[in-house]
């Protein structure tokens, strides 16, 4: 379609950007420790490291994966913890080994492990204790040769080191009990002589992250992202921002996992990028806990998605952090909503910058302009080097103002999936186009807005509901803190629309009062015929809401 986008551009950020096929995240790496050697790179319960240590600490890794694991170029390695000091070391040492990375959710259940694992056929896997005994229970119906299995605490120093680690696992009861045979610890692997490390070419063309799919519809997917698409991103968000961040100076807040593909371009990679501080959060649901951390540092950017940005504003210490050093506030996973925007922009005097992507994506293909002054609720405009095309069910363009699925060219776009010709050949286009399976609708500015899931639409009478415009309304009620909006089936009318609400404490709020309100801002159609009550809602690891699983409930 004609990139109409463009004339609502920021001043400065070009078309088209020049990108070097050669360029790998070993390149961004090497070139951020040898131009930051002393500025400390990521910090985790009050301890930091350097570039410099960094450098050496990833070197030292890399070389145990060639010479104590065995391992070749093209061999997957599989991270299995939280937001910790071995995460990066850990990834960026087997990038440098020019091996793939398997990022693996700590929480997955056994089943869900073990298909990860024998999916991406990964030989080594670094996992943090708290998710040892799942390991252990399907290791051996995995091709896992080697395991290194590391403790919270194993990177803070004495004697944090041992506090943390003696609570984790005898107050908290957080470890489970496990046998892993033959595994060694991460101390063990950082023992090995950074000088042992055969470099190796890495170039845009190699594999580098197998980054799998929520699984939403069906078994997870993994994502094929080359250096090429993740270093391309990572060249696209930082030409976005560039008005508002400097080399050398930032501090970003990493809150979501760094399993996650948000945070490992725009936190880590991009800001690796800018030779920024990350300040690893990790456990983001310890709100209290999180707020102090904030506290200590004067941070310029953060990430997050709507939920988190909402137990943030809602918790009343959210007023003693200083806010004034925050320049960028971006936002991505689901929408963000009206409430959730206005209420953080009241405490911190900022706007979250909404954007948009996937893993298959790397994940950023849309965002709103660092200068935004106002929610929009659209998620902005395509970054250099990116291509939207709406298109209906048979393929074709739809006219500007109709809805279409969402379907996105650029260098950021996989490949495609793991293993699964079939897969990828659903997903794209006969002109090459990724099928994002989103709804979007884009004004006369350029700016689009995701009207839902393809998969999500309710559909009754024959007019089509969108449940986020639904919940967007919900939400807007004083006493509602969360909702989450599905299909039911509906003799008479096809479908009728269910919502599902989380109240704030102590409201006395009924359904036929939110059915009334409903009523004064939506079309009769859209309006809830059923209204339920719940104290949370199913959500995924980053906290986006499961409208599957709550559809899934009530079939």
Same mark, same amino acid.
Request: with cysteine.
């Given at each position: 379609?004609?990139?109409?986008?463009?004339?609502?551009?920021?001043?400065?950020?070009?078309?088209?950007?020049?990108?070097?096929?050669?360029?790998?995240?070993?390149?961004?790496?090497?070139?951020?420790?040898?131009?930051?050697?002393?500025?400390?790179?990521?910090?985790?319960?009050?301890?930091?490291?350097?570039?410099?240590?960094? %450098?050496?600490?990833?070197?030292?890794?890399?070389?145990?994966?060639?010479?104590?694991?065995?391992?070749?170029?093209?061999?997957?390695?599989?991270?299995?913890?939280?937001?910790?000091?071995?995460?990066?070391?850990?990834?960026?040492?087997?990038?440098?080994?020019?091996?793939?990375?398997?990022?693996?959710?700590?929480?997955?259940?056994?089943?869900?492990?073990?298909?990860?694992?024998?999916?991406?056929?990964?030989?080594?896997?670094?996992?943090?204790?708290?998710?040892?005994?799942?390991?252990?229970?399907?290791?051996?119906?995995?091709?896992?040769?080697?395991?290194?299995?590391?403790?919270?605490?194993?990177?803070?120093?004495?004697?944090?080191?041992?506090?943390?680690?003696?609570?984790?696992?005898?107050?908290?009861?957080?470890?489970?009990?496990?046998?892993?045979?033959?595994?060694?610890?991460?101390?063990?692997?950082?023992?090995?002589?950074?000088?042992?490390?055969?470099?190796?070419?890495?170039?845009?063309?190699?594999?580098?992250?197998?980054?799998?799919?929520?699984?939403?519809?069906?078994?997870?997917?993994?994502?094929?992202?080359?250096?090429?698409?993740?270093?391309?991103?990572?060249?696209?968000?930082?030409?976005?921002?560039?008005?508002?961040?400097?080399?050398?100076?930032?501090?970003?807040?990493?809150?979501?996992?760094?399993?996650?593909?948000?945070?490992?371009?725009?936190?880590?990679?991009?800001?690796?990028?800018?030779?920024?501080?990350?300040?690893?959060?990790?456990?983001?649901?310890?709100?209290?806990?999180?707020?102090?951390?904030?506290?200590?540092?004067?941070?310029?950017?953060?990430?997050?998605?709507?939920?988190?940005?909402?137990?943030?504003?809602?918790?009343?210490?959210?007023?003693?952090? %200083?806010?004034?050093?925050?320049?960028?506030?971006?936002?991505?996973?689901?929408?963000?909503?009206?409430?959730?925007?206005?209420?953080?922009?009241?405490?911190?005097?900022?706007?979250?910058?909404?954007?948009?992507?996937?893993?298959?994506?790397?994940?950023?293909?849309?965002?709103?302009?660092?200068?935004?002054?106002?929610?929009?609720?659209?998620?902005?405009?395509?970054?250099?080097?990116?291509?939207?095309?709406?298109?209906?069910?048979?393929?074709?363009?739809?006219?500007?103002?109709?809805?279409?699925?969402?379907?996105?060219?650029?260098?950021?776009?996989?490949?495609?999936?793991?293993?699964?010709?079939?897969?990828?050949?659903?997903?794209?286009?006969?002109?090459?186009?990724?099928?994002?399976?989103?709804?979007?609708?884009?004004?006369?500015?350029?700016?689009?807005?995701?009207?839902?899931?393809?998969?999500?639409?309710?559909?009754?009478?024959?007019?089509?509901?969108?449940?986020?415009?639904?919940?967007?309304?919900?939400?807007?009620?004083?006493?509602?803190?969360?909702?989450?909006?599905?299909?039911?089936?509906?003799?008479?009318?096809?479908?009728?629309?269910?919502?599902?609400?989380?109240?704030?404490?102590?409201?006395?709020?009924?359904?036929?009062?939110?059915?009334?309100?409903?009523?004064?801002?939506?079309?009769?159609?859209?309006?809830?015929?059923?209204?339920?009550?719940? %104290?949370?809602?199913?959500?995924?690891?980053?906290?986006?809401?499961?409208?599957?699983?709550?559809?899934?409930?009530?079939?």
């Amino acid at each position: 379609m004609e990139p109409v986008w463009l004339r609502s551009y920021p001043p400065g950020v070009p078309a088209e950007l020049d990108l070097d096929p050669n360029e790998s995240l070993v390149t961004i790496l090497e070139r951020a420790c040898r131009d930051f050697p002393d500025r400390r790179a990521f910090t985790n319960f009050g301890r930091a490291i350097t570039y410099a240590q960094l %450098d050496d600490l990833s070197r030292r890794f890399a070389a145990w994966l060639q010479r104590d694991a065995g391992l070749v170029p093209g061999d997957r390695v599989a991270i299995m913890m939280p937001n910790l000091l071995q995460y990066p070391i850990a990834m960026f040492g087997a990038l440098r080994a020019g091996m793939v990375v398997v990022n693996v959710n700590p929480l997955y259940t056994p089943r869900e492990l073990e298909h990860q694992l024998s999916n991406s056929g990964a030989r080594v896997i670094v996992v943090v204790a708290n998710s040892a005994a799942t390991l252990a229970e399907i290791i051996n119906d995995t091709v896992v040769e080697k395991v290194i299995v590391t403790q919270i605490g194993d990177l803070l120093g004495f004697p944090k080191r041992q506090v943390v680690n003696l609570a984790v696992r005898y107050i908290k009861r957080m470890v489970e009990p496990y046998r892993l045979p033959g595994a060694c610890t991460m101390d063990e692997a950082l023992r090995t002589e950074a000088s042992a490390f055969k470099p190796c070419r890495v170039t845009g063309s190699d594999l580098a992250c197998l980054q799998y799919t929520g699984g939403t519809t069906g078994r997870a997917k993994g994502a094929r992202l080359s250096h090429g698409n993740l270093v391309a991103n990572v060249r696209q968000v930082n030409t976005w921002f560039s008005s508002l961040v400097e080399k050398g100076q930032e501090i970003v807040v990493t809150a979501l996992p760094l399993y996650h593909v948000y945070a490992l371009t725009c936190n880590c990679f991009a800001y690796v990028d800018l030779g920024a501080l990350n300040v690893l959060i990790t456990d983001p649901r310890d709100t209290k806990g999180f707020i102090a951390e904030m506290r200590k540092w004067p941070f310029t950017c953060i990430t997050g998605v709507n939920t988190l940005y909402q137990s943030l504003a809602d918790h009343p210490d959210l007023r003693t952090v %200083d806010f004034s050093s925050l320049k960028v506030v971006s936002a991505g996973g689901m929408a963000v909503l009206e409430f959730t925007a206005h209420a953080w922009s009241r405490v911190t005097g900022t706007e979250i910058l909404e954007g948009y992507g996937l893993s298959e994506t790397s994940p950023v293909l849309t965002s709103n302009r660092p200068d935004l002054e106002e929610y929009t609720g659209t998620i902005g405009l395509p970054l250099p080097n990116t291509d939207i095309s709406l298109r209906d069910d048979a393929g074709q363009e739809v006219p500007n103002g109709e809805p279409g699925e969402l379907c996105a060219r650029g260098p950021q776009v996989m490949d495609g999936y793991w293993n699964d010709p079939e897969g990828t050949a659903k997903a794209m286009t006969s002109d090459g186009y990724f099928r994002t399976g989103d709804v979007a609708v884009i004004d006369a500015d350029g700016y689009f807005r995701i009207v839902d899931r393809k998969k999500d639409m309710i559909l009754v009478s024959a007019f089509n509901v969108y449940p986020n415009e639904v919940e967007n309304v919900l939400t807007l009620h004083p006493d509602v803190v969360e909702a989450a909006v599905v299909g039911v089936p509906d003799g008479e009318s096809g479908e009728l629309v269910k919502a599902f609400v989380v109240k704030r404490a102590g409201s006395a709020l009924t359904e036929q009062e939110l059915r009334t309100y409903s009523r004064e801002n939506l079309a009769a159609y859209k309006v809830p015929k059923q209204v339920e009550f719940r %104290d949370t809602l199913p959500k995924s690891n980053v906290g986006k809401i499961l409208r599957r699983a709550l559809r899934d409930e009530t079939a």
